[in-house]
């Protein structure tokens, strides 16, 4: 058993940044690919970001390309996610997430998931 513990959300005017950190609760780094996904109320959890378990790839949902950026350091099992240009669509729950295989992308299903951080980007 893996958890994934979020921190940074908080509220921020549109056009700033915001930094997320998710720590897993034992190292990761071999076959666990890391990811970000958010969701809003009465709707389904989309995928945000993923990082590859080597950090050498990653892949973005097409509305955070260019302003969202995923990381990773395995040697503190902690995956980063640096949100930049913030709008108000950006608010949402974010979720870390732990993939089972070493590469993920929009569809792949993770196996862990965080308890959630909020974020709230006024106009």
């Known amino acids: 058993q893996v958890q994934l513990v979020e921190s940074g959300g908080g509220v921020v005017q549109a056009g700033g940044s915001l930094r997320l950190s998710c720590t897993a609760s034992?190292?990761?780094?071999?076959?666990?690919?890391m990811g970000w996904f958010r969701q809003l109320p009465g709707e389904e959890r989309k995928f945000v970001a993923a990082?590859?378990?080597?950090?050498?790839?990653?892949t973005y949902g097409d509305s955070v390309k260019g302003r969202f950026f995923i990381s990773r350091d395995n040697s503190v099992g902690t995956v980063f996610l640096q949100m930049n240009d913030l709008k108000p669509e950006d608010t949402a729950v974010y979720y870390c997430a732990l993939f089972s295989r070493p590469y993920a992308g929009s569809s792949s299903r993770p196996t862990y998931w965080g308890q959630g951080t909020q974020v709230t980007v006024s106009a």
């Open positions: 990082i590859s378990w080597k950090g050498e790839s990653t």
């Open positions: 034992r190292r990761t780094g071999t076959n666990n690919a």
